[in-house]
């Protein structure tokens, strides 16, 4: 039986979330006194520079408890995270963490040192490079946030570890793994190298931040912040998932990383194999918590194999950006793992998009900081739709 602890907290009072931390820790069985004298790796969602109260990334005062707990249970805290685009220096200035870092004088992980992580059991990817700072811990304290996700249906435990990867790697598994349902498959495989591959293999905690998520067109700025009122927690990062799944009355048969998760017995092979200890599920279940639309099984079935240029112009969502909201801020080429994006053509335009190349991974989406891109349907796509 995998336990996961539920825990309501409404706000980033932060009395109220070092109670409900450590509660959480307790429910799960989890005893603070490991942390005396331990290296522990914070691994929180910095995926881009955004504002503290967007839902999209992991609340800066959600990590001053946790890194605080740590410190004050003898431990040794150590930031690391691996940016998409900007480096973590400039993620961590532009946002709220910088005062965090620098009052806690919590050290940050070099993100450029990698090292490779070999894992047996993998499907596939058997070697993945990570952040050096994972091998150098005792413990590694997974902090995500819950978000819905474009490509897949919901970002939280599992798909946080795509940050142990350094940055512009990350973009390059978009462009080798253009297949959904191929992305989350190595997801998982990353997500068991973490839990199983080291030697010994390391405690991994995941304390999920559902206090304020995201719903809508996630994980970026896309999306629109939701108070869910949770923290999730649990040693089973695919249960978390599941349980933050639940809350939000998603669809737990689109999110690949939990059905492929299940599937493979890396914890819980099924629901019924979780325990839920502390709050009801029900005391915090919403009705109406808005998913992304990008990822239908119709869209997953015919997106990438017909991955020809006529068919994804008229089948294919593309990405398009807002003359009026694009300040040509250029991130959006830079991540962009195929090419796809130019520079302007004319000064104060928008960047040029060649949709030919274009893999439809979404990567611009997420990465802009001003939420100027959208999915534009292709133009037979709504056809389909009716059909489907
Ligand atoms: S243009 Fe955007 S969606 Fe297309 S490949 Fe580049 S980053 Fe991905
Ligand atoms: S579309 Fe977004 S990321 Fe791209 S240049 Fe404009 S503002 Fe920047």
């Not at 707990?69 to 480096?87: C, R, T, Y």
């Not at 050096?132 to 995500?144: G, N, R, V």
């Not at 990350?170 to 992305?183: A, C, E, I, Q, Y």
Request: with cysteine; proline share 7%; aromatic share 8%.
């Amino acid at each position: 039986m995998t336990i996961v602890s539920l825990a309501r907290c409404e706000n980033y009072d932060k009395d109220e979330l070092r109670r409900v931390i450590e509660k959480s820790l307790a429910n799960i069985g989890f005893d603070k006194s490991r942390f005396n004298g331990a290296r522990v790796a914070v691994k929180p969602n910095l995926l881009t520079v955004a504002a503290d109260d967007s839902g999209i990334i992991t609340h800066p005062e959600f990590f001053r408890a946790v890194v605080r707990m740590v410190k004050d249970n003898g431990g040794i805290p150590l930031l690391v995270e691996s940016p998409a685009v900007h480096s973590l220096a400039r993620v961590i200035k532009k946002t709220g963490y910088d005062a965090v870092v620098q009052k806690e004088a919590i050290s940050v992980a070099d993100p450029s040192e990698v090292q490779t992580l070999h894992f047996k059991g993998a499907h596939r990817f058997k070697h993945i490079d990570i952040s050096k700072a994972y091998f150098d811990a005792d413990i590694i304290l997974c902090l995500p946030k819950f978000k819905t996700h474009g490509i897949t249906y919901i970002t939280g435990a599992v798909k946080l570890l795509f940050g142990a990867m350094p940055g512009m790697e990350k973009s390059k598994m978009h462009l080798r793994l253009p297949d959904h349902g191929d992305f989350a498959e190595f997801l998982l495989d990353l997500y068991g190298a973490m839990t199983f591959g080291f030697d010994p293999p390391k405690p991994v905690v995941h304390l999920m931040d559902a206090i304020l998520a995201l719903e809508g067109e996630g994980p970026g700025q896309g999306g629109r912040p939701r108070q869910l009122n949770a923290v999730i927690a649990g040693m089973d990062g695919i249960a978390v998932d599941w349980t933050a799944a639940r809350l939000a009355g998603l669809d737990i048969a689109l999110a690949p990383t939990i059905v492929g998760g299940f599937e493979r017995g890396y914890g819980a092979g099924l629901p019924e194999e979780i325990r839920i200890v502390g709050e009801l599920m029900e005391n915090l279940q919403i009705p109406d918590f808005v998913p992304a639309t990008g990822n239908s099984l119709f869209a997953n079935a015919f997106r990438w194999p017909l991955n020809t240029r006529t068919f994804k112009n008229l089948f294919v969502e593309r990405p398009v950006p807002d003359p009026g909201i694009c300040t040509g801020c250029g991130q959006c080429i830079k991540i962009c793992p195929a090419g796809a994006i130019g520079q302007p053509k004319k000064a104060k335009s928008v960047p040029e998009y060649d949709y030919g190349i274009c893999i439809r991974c979404y990567c611009c989406l997420e990465i802009c900081p001003e939420g100027a891109l959208h999915k534009k349907p292709g133009r037979l796509q709504r056809l389909l739709e009716i059909v489907g």
